[in-house]
């Protein structure tokens, strides 16, 4: 079965720039989506399309796609931003097949 | 305002039955996809299957073929997730989430729900 892999966790101080990946054969051909998990909430969509940010997401969170590769990054973090990161996409069948990454916890030192 | 309203948190005895429900408002609900993700105490998320309310199209992912049955009632604007019968790995978090409409076959959830624990024990 198709696998999406991200790091499991990710250290910045505040105002830094997180970086999150996630990896997969088909990412070259299929979408990638993010959502934001804080503790007790559900999911949140950050990031659609590999690089589209939803209306009311914060002009600090971005994606993009390099190859097999595709990164969110979180520019100038924030201690709110503190929460599991979730990569989504599909695989290359053409049949209706939803994979989410394991996920990477942010961590706001 | 466009939302996904869950019912409340269950808990079962295994082998005991359970259907869990997921209400939008705000929106046209035939008009969108409704899926299922799962989420284990601690651990990720996992896509259980979807359903088209506006003629009950329904697709499950291999891994909860047989497993759960995806349903949908129109007239009340609900969608539904049920078990014949409970097992304790069932315990987890049930999150329902509308599909967004952007031309991709695996596009977005990009309304969930507020999610349903489901507790399954002796």
């Known amino acids: 079965s198709y696998e999406l892999t991200q790091p499991p966790s990710v250290s910045v101080s505040p105002g830094q720039t997180a970086r999150i990946t996630c990896s997969g054969d088909?990412?070259?051909?299929?979408?990638a989506y993010w959502y934001q998990q804080k503790p007790g909430q559900a999911p949140v969509l950050v990031i659609y399309?590999?690089?589209e940010r939803p209306s009311g997401i914060p002009e600090r969170f971005s994606g993009s796609s390099s190859g097999t590769t595709v990164t969110l990054t979180i520019s100038g973090v924030q201690a709110e931003d503190e929460a599991d990161y979730y990569c989504q996409s599909g695989d290359n069948s053409g049949t209706y097949n939803w994979v989410f990454g394991g996920g990477t916890k942010l961590t706001v030192l | 305002e466009v939302q996904l309203v869950q019912s409340g948190a269950e808990v079962k005895k295994p082998g005991e039955s359970l259907k869990i429900s997921c209400k939008g408002s705000?929106?046209?609900?035939?008009?969108?996809?409704i899926g299922w993700v799962r989420q284990m105490p601690g651990k990720g998320l996992e896509w259980m299957g979807i359903i088209y309310p506006g003629d009950s199209d329904t697709r499950y992912s291999p891994s909860f073929q047989g497993q759960v049955t995806i349903s949908a009632d129109k007239s009340i604007s609900t969608a539904y997730l049920q078990w014949s019968s409970l097992k304790a790995s069932d315990t987890a978090m049930y999150y329902c989430?509308?599909?967004?409409?952007?031309?991709?076959?695996?596009?977005?959830?990009?309304?969930w729900g507020q999610g349903t624990m489901v507790i399954v024990s002796s």
């Open positions: 088909a990412l070259p051909k299929q979408y």
């Open positions: 399309k590999d690089s």
């Open positions: 989430a509308r599909r967004a409409v952007g031309g991709v076959i695996n596009d977005a959830f990009e309304i």
């Open positions: 705000g929106y046209s609900f035939t008009s969108y996809w």
